[in-house]
T-cell receptor, first 110, second 112 residues
């Protein structure tokens, strides 16, 4: 069964706005990862946050992790048309079995 | 540096046929995995390997076999294709725990 669940399922924003999506999971994790998938392509690793970290930044991406609530959020600032994609959270529960959620589809309107 | 290479990109099989999906990586990664992606269900783990000669089952292993004779290659075999195996298959590799995965571009398989 899938460990992570993203919310919302779909998000439509204007170029230049910020996009926030959330991920909830069920069991203890070693780390949580976020991936992007453009239509018809493979997944691209964006950022990894370890269970002992609370916040991490990479360019226009900001990820938070709250292990007490078993949740994470991904913020994309100043969105661009090229950010249109599906975004997946994936949890690593200490056993190499990376488990993905169903994803959030983000559409950035020009 | 090619990363993770999957072949073929597209395949149509008849029910009952067998085939092998190829996956190769040139990054000397120990961890490799196979996932299938179905609409609205995200990615589900089929099999994974933590090194040459070591494989284990994931969430949906039935109907699939794997082997890992070298660090570079991790083929996925469909034993007797069924329409339920129509999906997009992704191979991925990682340097280890607390490293992200590099994904291949996928194989779109249709079983008729």
């Amino acid at each position: 069964s899938q460990q992570g669940e993203e919310d919302p399922q779909a998000l439509s924003i204007q170029e230049g706005e910020n996009a926030t999506m959330n991920c909830s999971y069920k069991t203890s994790i070693n780390n949580l990862q976020w991936y992007r998938q453009n239509s018809g392509r493979g997944l691209v690793h964006l950022i990894l946050i370890r269970s002992n970290e609370r916040e991490k930044h990479s360019g226009r991406l900001r990820v938070t992790l709250d292990t007490s609530k078993k949740s994470s959020s991904l913020l994309i600032t100043a969105s661009r048309a090229a950010d249109t994609a599906s975004y997946f959270c994936a949890t690593d529960p200490h056993d190499y079995k990376l488990s993905f959620g169903a994803g959030t589809t983000v559409t950035v309107r020009a | 540096n090619a990363g993770v290479t999957q072949t073929p990109k597209f395949q149509v099989l008849k029910t009952g046929q067998s085939m092998t999906l190829q996956c190769a990586q040139d990054m000397n990664h120990e961890y490799m995995s196979w996932y299938r992606q179905d609409p609205g269900m995200g990615l589900r783990l089929i099999h994974y390997s933590v090194g040459a000669g070591i494989t284990d089952q994931g969430e949906v292993p039935n109907g699939y076999n794997v082997s890992r004779s070298t660090t570079e290659d991790f083929p996925l075999r469909l034993l007797s294709a069924a329409p339920s195996q129509t999906s997009v298959y992704f191979c991925a590799s990682s340097a280890g725990l607390n490293y992200g995965y590099t994904f291949g571009s996928g194989t779109r398989l249709t079983v008729v």
